[in-house]
């Protein structure tokens, strides 16, 4: 039934029982309670109904627009509470400068539970190859040896369910999971073409995270501009915040219980910040690969010039980017005639692209 009918409904049944209710002032308070319910239902099937519409708005909207959905979780405390208010309305903001579709979860007072509408907004995200899906978490996490959960208002969701949710999302994605022992969410979502960054380096950093609190700012301060480029990369982001957080603890005089890792070559291990010099990483993992070209190749407030490059050609140029970086890594097992011929190669045609 539309929801027009279910109003006209209600307003026939209200005009009715009015009338009879004049003739018995014992009736009015039948009338009373009666309207009270079908005001209460009428109400909330226009709650279901506008969270359907929007759903099918977002996936109208996002078609060609990168999408930011910023989540709040439960605060546990007030003083979390405002702490995180904070935090997304400076996701929000650097968002709306971006120009994004910007969504935030979590901080309306009226919805006692946010896991289905989370899970609904995110299977609502339409397919684009080259415009990605940003999704933040702001809360607390736990972590009982076995499953990682974020906390919401309501039943929390686990790694692995967001897991599942981001599958069928075919689309570039970040995660950011600013929580206390948020790491097994970067061991479950690590993925090609995905970049996943986490507070902690394990699930046994408990205690709560700041990194978040250090994050969003990073996002539009020109001091975490690193390589001068004009716009501030994901992995710029992540090694200003992870600077900041380690300046708090020392500051302090506190012992750290947290370390933020980055993941984006969907290996699963993660990279600290304190492996990088710049934007260039200069450590080596024991297994896997390093990580931070392909965050390094993300703005959420990409420059003039950057914005100008047709999505098409700043794909092609990303993967030129990939190929040098793999290219560099294998120096040492190549004669060194074969290195540059194949390098000068590659920057000839990164070159003819900035050129188009």
Known sequence: MSLGMKLWRARSGLVDAALWMMRSPRRAWWFLGMGVFLAVAVLGDMADEA????TIEVASAASNSPVLLVVVGAPGEAEYGSNFLRQASQWEAAGRQAGVLVLTLGVDAGAPSDRDRL??????????PHLPFWLVLIGHGTWDGKQARF????PDFTAGELAAWLQPVRRPVVVVNTASASAPFLMALAATNR?????????????????GEHLAPALTDPASDLDKDGQTSLLEAFLTASARVAEFYKTEGR???????????GDGLGT???????????????????????AHQIHLLPSPGEKALPLDLRARRDALEARVAELREAKASLPEEDYYRQLEAILLELARLQLR
Request: glycine letters at 10%; zero cysteines.
């Open 151 to 154: 906390n919401l208002r309501g």
């Open 119 to 128: 899970q609904r907004i995110i299977e609502s995200v339409p397919s684009n």
């Open 51 to 54: 969270r359907e519409g929007g």
């Open 272 to 294: 600290p910040a304190d492996w990088f010099r710049g934007v260039r990483a200069v450590k080596k993992p024991k297994e896997g690969k390093l990580d931070g070209l392909r």
């Open 195 to 211: 970049v996943v960054i986490t507070a902690t380096r394990s699930g046994d950093e408990l205690n709560y995270a700041r990194f």
């Open 255 to 265: 012992l750290a219980t947290e370390h933020a890792l980055v993941d984006d070559n």
